[in-house]
């Protein structure tokens, strides 16, 4: 049985279920796929910020003692 006509069968069988069980499958995949997308981009973010070098950002917001006695 090729896998087109599987997928078509679980199709039917799932638009043959209740709508309160469709409902409660739907949500089911929504929260498993959401909690998926937070897990990567908490691991996305976690590598971003270990590779920012902390000298260059607070030369980048904390002006240097230099630049502040020339006035420019």
């Known amino acids: 049985m090729p896998i087109s ?3 078509k069968d679980f ?7 209740p709508l ?5 499958i739907l949500w ?4 498993i796929l959401g909690i998926a997308l937070v897990f990567l981009w908490w ?4 590598e971003k910020l270990k590779k920012i ?6 030369k980048q917001f904390i002006p240097s003692a230099e630049e502040g006695q020339n006035g420019e």
């Open 28 to 31: 089911a995949v929504v929260i």
């Open 5 to 7: 006509s599987q997928i």
């Open 11 to 17: 199709i039917k069988k799932l638009q043959n279920l």
């Open 43 to 46: 691991n996305f973010t976690k």
């Open 53 to 58: 070098d902390l000298n260059d950002a607070v």
């Open 20 to 24: 309160r069980q469709r409902k409660i």
